[in-house]
């Protein structure tokens, strides 16, 4: 099974020299080949490799356990407030969260 919790030449993001993205390309297809499936974080990643591989595929959300964290009371939203949690990365200059944030903040 190949696993894809992050997308590999596939990225937006992604900045490799054009040798080394080739040579990721190749890489990639080589795996692939002999995988019998994919596991991947989205519906909208797993039919994008469905479609990319005629693999089997399978979204399985990233989730966090709440044991990992100290009970904080001051950490705890107040009932019926919304509370969200970004456990993944921002990219400098790329889909910048305040849009988010603003349009949330008018919602409330």
């Not at 479609?51 to 044991?67: C, E, H, M, T």
Request: with cysteine; net charge positive.
């Amino acid at each position: 099974m190949a696993e894809y919790r992050d997308r590999w030449v596939d990225d937006p993001y992604l900045e490799l020299p054009g040798w080394r993205m080739r040579f990721d390309r190749w890489l990639q297809r080589r795996v692939m080949t002999s995988a019998a499936g994919l596991v991947t974080v989205s519906e909208p990643w797993a039919t994008q490799y469905r479609q990319k591989y005629s693999l089997p595929v399978v979204a399985i959300y990233n989730g966090f356990d709440p044991r990992d964290f100290p009970d904080d009371d001051t950490a705890r939203p107040a009932p019926g407030a919304l509370r969200i949690l970004h456990a993944g990365s921002l990219y400098g200059g790329r889909r910048d969260p305040r849009r988010c944030f603003g349009r949330s903040r008018r919602a409330a």
